[in-house]
């Protein structure tokens, strides 16, 4: 055994080879050898061990990108419309914990000043970040709303829906610098294909969902630039044969990407493997929909001004009369939906982690900075062992 390979590893240090049997690259690529990464950056992979550089063997395990959540609220009791820095800055922190290097903080339908508010606070935890934070990196914002329709408002709050309305949102993209990479619409809603243009031209994803569109509505929202489905199947009508809605359009429009919670309870694995077997793995971007209560204990909590209630995983509505109703987002992390989806032997491994990495991170635009192991990037990776569990996170070459 070659005496530089070992099992432990100084956290500080940011210059070491991985070798492992599963390294998965670009290009649909996932082959063995060795990893180097340099003060922080990814090197080029080889079959043989570079000189000088400690080798952590990992052998059995996959070696990964970090994982990209591009559609998450809040984590450990912090949430994004708690428009605070610190709360930011505090889920980042445990987000890398469960294997998530980088992620798109997401707003809800909550009135205008709010929303700029939260804005506001994210871009002000990006800017108040030190060279040497091991958080979660943000890569953007996702507004989910207000431009939604209450048919299907699931836990975005009806009062507070509006039309889209681009002037609007420039103030919002303002009071960011520039952050928001995605924005969701009913497209049913007056001025959405106005909407689904401006924002295409200045490179912002638009998003379809909380909707009761037409497949028709649909597509004339993907053909005036729309390109994402939001959380697919949830917050849209049921497919139905003479009516096929957003969910056929999703299935149907080539080049369009499909938001997928797979945590066991939104979405049934069965109706999974249809969705994936029409529109292929490579379209599909797995995402959290994660709450404040993701990774805390079941009890009451809010969502914007809604309170919710987490129990056995799954948060709910509470509703006037104490009852649950709708299911508010989730409670879930990546890591845990790419053991489901590979479990169900709906995709390969390899597929399922792409599908929390690149997919998503090419759905927003932001895979130039994340959801990919190539030369020269910062090394932000997982190593997961058989069973695709997190064994090891890595945040430009630093064990979190």
Known sequence: MDSRITMDFPLESRTFCIKSDHIVLPGGVTMAGYLPVEDGLVGY???????????????????????????????????VMDCDPAGIDEASLA???????????TTLTQPAYQILDACSSVYEAVQGRPDDFMGARVEGIFLEGPF?????????????MIDPDVELFRSWQQA????????????????????CRELHEMGVAVALGHSSASYEEGLRAVASGATVFVHTYNGMDDLGHRDPGLVGCAMDTQGTYSELICDGFHVAPAAVRALIRAKGWQHMALISDCLRCG???????????????????IARLIMDDGSLGNIAGSSATLA??????????????D???RMATEVPAASCDIDDVCGLL???RAADLNVLAPDLSVRETYLGGVRV
């Open 176 to 195: 960011c610098h520039g952050l928001i990479c995605k924005s969701a619409i009913a497209p049913e809603r007056d001025g959405s294909q106005e909407y």
């Open 95 to 105: 987000l890398v914990k469960h294997g998530t290097t980088s992620w798109v903080p």
């Open 336 to 349: 845990g939906e790419v053991q489901k989806l590979a479990s169900w032997g709906v995709v390969t491994p």
């Open 295 to 313: 990774g805390m204990p079941d009890g009451n909590y809010t969502l914007g001004d809604l309170p919710i209630r987490l129990v056995g995983g």
């Open 374 to 376: 190539l030369p020269g």
């Open 351 to 353: 597929q399922a982690i």
């Open 45 to 79: 992979v080889s079959d043989s061990a570079p000189e000088g550089l400690t080798l952590l063997d990992r052998t059995d395990c996959w070696v990964a990108p970090g994982y990209v959540d591009t559609h998450i609220h809040g984590f450990v009791g912090r949430d």
């Open 148 to 160: 939604f329709t209450a048919g299907h408002a699931g836990a975005q709050n009806p009062a507070n």
